[in-house]
């Protein structure tokens, strides 16, 4: 598939991040913390912690969302860590969502592969920008910016997102509201839903009343 290779690699020439060393394999023994994982020793170093193979493989859309993230961050692909950089990918079956989310450590840069996606995000001014993507489409999306993707096809689509970090972070706005303890009044007086609404929404994500 020529699209996610041409973009992984002008992803990777697009990197400006200056390096003192060589690369630092992340050490996922060891704890992470805000600069990202300490280095492995050179020696433990493999060629292994440079290949990811995962996204060849379809991730399960059978879910609330029909959708599915198979993410090479970090945590997945060590030999990342430090550079500033991680790639993911998108499956969305027919009538597939990822819902507002937000990846507060990174911009996102999306390119389509296969179908068609409804995406777009809300700039901070509350001025939303949306667009019909097609194969060989790409959009960005800010770091921080609440955004979505949306099958708008017959088919199921499949895309790859790029990120200036390799530990991006992901926080979904639904789950962050409906899918925890949250107080139902505090909710229902924070975004204006009404208390019937809210339960069956929690009951549906697994949050509790």
């Known amino acids: 598939m020529i699209f996610p290779i041409l973009f992984t690699f002008f992803l990777l020439l697009s990197s400006s991040n200056a390096a003192v060393q060589d690369f630092c394999v992340a050490d996922l023994a060891a704890p992470e913390g805000p600069a990202g994982f ?3 020793k050179p020696a433990s170093v493999k060629v ?10 379809a991730g ?9 993230v198979t993410p090479a961050f970090v945590a997945q692909f060590p030999g990342v860590n430090g550079l500033g950089i991680s790639i993911a990918r ?8 990822v819902p507002f989310h937000t990846h507060p450590g990174a911009s996102e840069v999306l390119i389509v592969a296969q179908g068609t996606i409804c995406a777009g995000f809300v700039a901070s001014d509350n001025t939303p ?7 060989g489409d790409i959009m960005v999306f800010p ?6 993707q949306v099958n ?8 790859f997102a790029s990120f200036g970090s390799a530990s991006p972070g992901l926080q979904i706005l639904d789950f962050a509201l409906f899918k925890n303890d949250l107080p139902t009044e505090v909710i229902a007086q924070t975004t204006f839903l009404d208390a019937a609404q809210i339960k069956k929404l929690k009951g549906v994500l ?4």
Not at 129 to 135: A, G
Not at 143 to 148: P, R, T
Not at 152 to 159: H, I, N, S
Not at 206 to 209: D, F, V
């Open 38 to 40: 300490s280095c492995k």
């Open 48 to 57: 292994n912690d440079f290949v990811f193979s995962g996204l060849g493989i």
């Open 60 to 68: 399960n859309t059978s879910n609330i969302i029909k959708a599915a």
């Open 90 to 97: 998108l499956d969305l079956a027919v009538g597939g969502v």
């Open 129 to 135: 920008y949306l667009q019909t993507l097609e194969k």
């Open 143 to 148: 770091q921080g910016l609440l955004h979505f």
């Open 152 to 159: 708008g096809g017959e088919a199921p689509a499949l895309a």
């Open 206 to 209: 697994g949050g509790t009343n």
